[in-house]
T-cell receptor, first 113, second 113 residues
Framework: DGGITQSPKYLFRKEGQNVTLSCEQN?????MYWYRQDPGQGLRLIYY???????QKGDIAEGYSVSREKKESFPLTVTSAQKNPTAFYLC????????????FGEGSWLTVV | GNSVTQMEGPVTLSEEAFLTINCTYT??????LFWYVQYPGEGLQLLLK?????DKGSNKGFEATYRKETTSFHLEKGSVQVSDSAVYFC????????????FGTGTQLKVEL
């Protein structure tokens, strides 16, 4: 089945550690996105990439890093510089077909302990 | 800048009641408009969309009409079910500039028997 796969679903991290969240899509979409969602709140854009080997900061990029070495993959690293990393992280992708529809993965819960 | 405003939640309804969730937007161009639904602990699912003025998006009994004159995209359903309990997000996207989704803060819907 085509879709967006995020892993792991649940992740615990000690303070001071970096952690990488995986996002893979087999939809042949060009653009990919990372959003952060805090409990009871909306979504905020962390980073996005419109094409392989290119990405831009979103609204809350500090403390995060990404790479886009392959079209299918857009991993997000939450670094120790991120002060409040505990959140629900959502990956999304969009086809360059003019329909502008963005599809989401199932999300990853990150908890700092 | 672009923004989306949704009605505050939670909205609590009895089963078979009529649902309206208000959504208004501000955009510098002509956006495409979306409603996404999020069930507890899950990612966002596209519910419906409209790409130009007067378009009506519909899915699973939900409808929303793109009203350019009032910059609105209100979500409606004639008869809600307990299974419709979720958080609903209104969003817009403008072509260009990364095609980033701008979200409202979400409206929680609770449907009771």
């Amino acid at each position: 089945d085509g879709g967006i796969t995020q892993s792991p679903k649940y992740l615990f991290r000690k303070e001071g550690q970096n952690v990488t969240l995986s996002c893979e899509q087999n939809l042949n979409h060009d653009a990919m996105y990372w959003y952060r969602q805090d409990p009871g709140q909306g979504l905020r854009l962390i980073y996005y990439s419109q094409i392989v080997n290119d990405f831009q900061k979103g609204d809350i990029a500090e403390g995060y890093s990404v790479s886009r070495e392959k079209k299918e993959s857009f991993p997000l690293t939450v670094t120790s510089a991120q002060k409040n990393p505990t959140a629900f992280y959502l990956c999304a992708s969009r086809a360059a077909d003019g329909r502008n529809t963005i599809y989401f993965g199932e999300g990853s819960w990150l908890t700092v302990v | 800048g672009n923004s989306v405003t949704q009605m505050e939640g939670p909205v609590t309804l009895s089963e078979e009641a009529f649902l309206t969730i208000n959504c208004t937007y501000t955009a510098t161009g002509y956006p495409s408009l979306f409603w996404y639904v999020q069930y507890p602990g899950e990612g966002l699912q596209l519910l419906l969309k409209a790409t130009k003025a007067d378009d009506k998006g519909s899915n699973k009994g939900f409808e929303a009409t793109y009203r350019k004159e009032t910059t609105s995209f209100h979500l409606e359903k004639g008869s809600v079910q307990v299974s419709d309990s979720a958080v609903y997000f209104c969003a817009l996207i403008l072509t260009g500039g990364g095609n980033k989704l701008t979200f409202g803060t979400g409206t929680q819907l609770k449907v009771e028997l």
